[in-house]
């Protein structure tokens, strides 16, 4: 079992910069790809960012490249990402999950947080 906390989500003005945590209890964390997913209101969950179990590896939505970035630090039992350059569509509840599989798709995770809010302002 793995539990996910998120936290370090808020409001921000379009332009500015935030940085989502997602703790993890369990001592397996390191052996789980992680991903991160939005969900705005009215639409379905998309895809972020996800990244491999030893964070050599890590994909991101077409929509977010260039302005956001994963990483994971085993020790901690946490994941991040950094979201820059944000944008009123960035908002959105954020979840982290994790799973088995590197993959961008929600079935490929089998844990998953309970969100965290971000909203961007234009």
């Known amino acids: 079992q793995v539990q996910l906390v998120e936290s370090g989500g808020g409001l921000v003005q379009a332009g500015g910069s935030l940085r989502l945590s997602c703790a993890a209890s369990?001592?397996?964390?390191?052996?789980?790809?992680m991903g991160w997913f939005r969900q705005a209101p009215g639409k379905e969950r998309e895809f972020v960012a996800a990244?491999?179990?030893?964070?050599?590896?890590?994909y991101y939505a077409d929509s977010v490249k260039g302005r956001f970035t994963i990483s994971r630090d085993n020790a901690k039992n946490t994941v991040y990402l950094q979201m820059n350059s944000l944008k009123p569509e960035d908002t959105a509840v954020y979840y982290c999950?994790?799973?088995?599989?590197?993959?961008?798709?929600?079935?490929?995770?089998?844990?998953w947080g309970q969100g965290t809010q971000v909203t961007v302002s234009s």
């Open positions: 369990g001592r397996t964390f390191s052996s789980y790809a």
């Open positions: 990244i491999s179990w030893s964070g050599g590896n890590t």
């Open positions: 999950a994790a799973g088995p599989l590197y993959s961008d798709h929600p079935n490929g995770y089998d844990y």
